[in-house]
């Protein structure tokens, strides 16, 4: 978040995409990680369900579905009749929260497998309408929303100490420490990223 704040991504006309770049960041560690990863980014929740229920890939059971959005609501959503038809946009039939942590990546990122359900705000950034009653209704609780602001990040600390065992020599739950160190407080792991 402190990277992406400071970093962030630019769009049309030099809009400042932070979100974008939180999201980005934990979608190449889930891909990396042959989602797998217990951070799952921008993931659309169906929320004429109860609970709302995730689209997820046909062939990856821990994948997000990815899709052209138009062309998604008229394929897509009127496939199920119990659905309102047809699909209006911000009307809440679909929401997406920034950040869902699982308790079990190997398992889709359904309401009894969320650790928490976390939403980014940047500074001027806040909730908008029903989006955080609806983002309670994801997690199933109250307690497994986290709010979580840029002041939270510590992103003025220094440095931390370099680990004591060289990183080349923890072997593949090294690599996936690294990914997760580097999208974590978004710099290079100390020795660098070892070779596996």
């Excluded at 079990?104 to 029903?130: A, C, H, L, R, S």
């Amino acid at each position: 978040m402190c990277q992406c704040h400071a970093q962030p991504k630019l769009g049309a006309k030099g809009r400042r995409l932070k979100q974008e770049c939180v999201a980005a960041r934990l979608q190449a560690l889930d891909t990396a990680m042959d989602h797998m990863s217990p951070y799952k980014a921008e993931y659309t929740y169906d929320m004429t369900k109860r609970p709302p229920m995730p689209f997820m890939d046909k062939t990856i059971p821990t994948k997000g579905y990815t899709f052209f959005f138009r062309g998604w609501t008229l394929k897509v959503w009127p496939k199920d009749p119990e659905r309102p038809q047809p699909y209006v946009p911000n009307m809440g039939y679909t929401r997406r929260p920034d950040v869902i942590i699982v308790k079990d990546p190997t398992k889709p990122p359904t309401q009894d497998n969320i650790k928490q359900v976390v939403e980014m705000k940047f500074p001027d950034d806040d909730y908008v309408g029903d989006q955080r009653q609806d983002y309670i209704r994801i997690a199933g609780d109250e307690r497994n929303l986290v709010t979580l602001k840029l002041e939270a990040c510590d992103c003025n600390q220094p440095e931390p100490k370099p680990p004591k065992i060289p990183v080349e020599q923890i072997g593949k739950a090294a690599v996936g420490a690294s990914i997760i160190y580097m999208i974590v407080t978004k710099r290079p792991p100390p020795g660098g990223v070892p070779a596996y």
